[in-house]
């Protein structure tokens, strides 16, 4: 109970104003013998204000609207009047009536004053300002009522605007956070952690339709044990599946509603101690894709504005999950698709060690054209493929997927870098896509590490040496795959020692819109530099690195990383090189001399590498001058104790054809160009000979080799 102070009461009473008091009728039968009566029916009371005094006399119906007893019928101090108003409002009074005052003008105000029951009552008075004699102002003279309902109703209006406001807001906030969303998942986060002003949740579920059942994908509010509906057939006795079934909201505003109207869903719901209900159908082009639970934890009876706004919420997630789940279903269908085209797992590679990525593009369908691959090659060695075919969507993975297996067969058939990638480029061509691909192709050889590259239009490799160095491998390079069917490619020959490291990736890995390539390369180059790290874990270490390295950026490019280590020959390897020299490209020979002169040297027995290299020459042009077919070259060190590596040792260089044409030893004159190679073989050689072997022959020669005494 609030003490109200009571204002002293002054001996003036309204007579001695000289006017009537108010409320008392004219007994001509004046204009108050009517008034009187209609403002008594209104609940209007009249006032008077003695300016001079500060005296303020009201009748009976003013006193009662104020707040004051029948014992102010003579007036009260206008001073204490104002401290019975609210804080608020006394400032405001007090402004206008003195406004009023100096303009000898109108005023007047809402107002709450406290009542002896310690409540707050509304109160509007209107007033005009009445001039003396003199024209000074005398008295404030007006009507005062009651607006208790009247500022409730204001008020209960001012409070819907800002709740309509705050909902429109809702609206747009929601609308936008759901158009950022990309995937089912995204969705139902922003479902269920929505505010919903003016009606604030207790629980939110958004559960989809799938396979005929309701399936929850997010909750907010549940415990896990008490979520609901779950895995419910849409035949079940349950709101969710009314929702859907008639594809109209659910409201339950009571748990007696609840239990009275579906008593087999019931006791499912009952431990979760809610109120009221609401279940929202999800429906976008006249399918059913899921239902909206809201849940609140007390009884509550939504009005027409509260159901229209779920209504519309609904609504807008539906379209938003719609488009989710096609979002979702397009990935999948190209993560799919690029599963299948990119090679499911790298296989073993004795002496080597690899890892591969494969990064889609951050935007679109996240399929696209780039491509890895290793390929085991005959004799042990292996050849490492990355490319980029033109384009970011299905048609470039297509003409990607078909590119990969064409230029796989033709490293497997043994076809030297150069040959394998003239014969890509002739393909893709053939196809008559309307795409190129730029492409590397490297084949690394297993007992001595050599790398023999290639590249069509595509980034040079990096490498990282033994001692923790990094650079760019410059490698020749041609045209791009599928532009001149025609065109050839230079080989670039290179080595690797035991424990280095060749890194090849697509431009999506060093190139970005704010990165150009030349910054990228450089950035990439320092990353994988340092100490080189072992383990069998260290590859994958390394490529995890640059990988979050790649996804920190914003990536409108997919992106191909292969790493290869050379951990050098392994130890129960034969000391075996074999090579296939094709008949049209002489060239061909230079490669496989250095080749076997720097096996020989790995073999341990370099001092043969001058006479091995001779005379190999002379076997292969031989082979390929006078027959038309194809070399097969083996070399093979045999140790003469299977305990000694270093003992004496034999060399055997065997040279195959498919020609049963025999060679003739000749006497060539002293200016003839050509003719010594059979008496060259004879004159350094410990054997040689001639072999039949099916439909061809064998030209073969052997060196003895014994270590020099220390």
Known sequence: MVSVPQPPRPALGASALGMTPPGEPDLDGGPASWLEPAMAANGIGTFDWDIRNDVIVGDERARTIIGLDSDYSAGFDARAFLEMLHPDDRAVVRRRVQRAVQDLGQCGAYYRTVVHSGGLRAVRFRGRVLPDEQGLPAHLVGFVWDATVELNKRLRADHLAVLREERTRFIKETARALSDAVSVRDVARVFTELPLPGIPPDGLVLAVLENGRIQIQRSTGYRDDARAPDHLPMDADHPATLALRTRTPVFIGSPEEYQERFPQAWPQVEPTNRGSWVFLPLVASGRPLGVCVISFDEARELDAEDRTLLGTLGGMVAQSLARARLHDAEHELAAGLQRVLLPRRVPPLPGFTSAVRYLPAGTGLQIGGDWYDVVPLPGGHVGVVIGDVQGHDVHAAGVMGQLRIALRAYAAEGHPPAAVMARASRFLADLDTGHFATCLYAEVNVDYGAVYAVRAGHLDPLVRRADGSSAV??????????????????VTRFTL????????????????????????????REAIGGPSPQGPGALEELAERIESAAESHERDDDIALLLLRWDGPSGERPRQLRRRVPQADLARISEVRRELRDAVRRWGVGELADTVELLTSELITNALVHTDRDALLTARLFQESQTDNLGPARLRVEVDDDSDMWPKRRTPGEQASSGRGLMLVEALADAWGVDPRGTGKRMWFELAWSPVPA
């Open 497 to 524: 020692d035991p424990g280095e490291l060749l890194l090849l990736c697509t431009d999506g890995l060093v190139e970005t819109r704010s990165v150009d390539l030349d910054v990228g390369m450089e950035r990439l």
């Open 473 to 490: 491998q410059p490698v020749a390079g041609g045209l791009p795959l599928g532009i001149d069917p025609e065109g050839t490619y230079p």
